[in-house]
């Protein structure tokens, strides 16, 4: 579009440049100034529907990012939870073979005692 602009750009330097054919100069110039306007419309109403396209992306992005931040949050908090609840099993594991280890030491020492 913008070398359609260049070239009304320059057809309105040369028409201005020619005062000798003051009518037909005119005409031309009017049908010129005609036709940059109705470019221009057209230009304008393809930038608002574009600005009206882009607007809708926007929203629809920060509607994707609003609940991709959501469904993140609750998936650490998720993660989290069973981060905590596989602690907990780990110690009371822990505790638990400790326990186990403690009472087979105590049999080893009851057998050697036993033996001697």
Known sequence: MSSIFRRWKNRLRCSSKRYVQRSRSSILTE???KTVNVAMDKLSNENRIL???FDKLEERCQRW???EQVY?????EQLEDENHR???NYQAYQKQSEKCIGSVTDLIIKALFTQE
Do not use: A, C, G, W
């Not at 993140?72 to 650490?76: A, D, F, P, S, V």
């Open 31 to 33: 049908n010129e100034f």
């Open 51 to 53: 600005k009206e396209r």
């Open 65 to 67: 990012i609003t609940d």
């Open 72 to 76: 993140l949050l609750r998936r650490i």
């Open 86 to 88: 596989l602690h907990e």
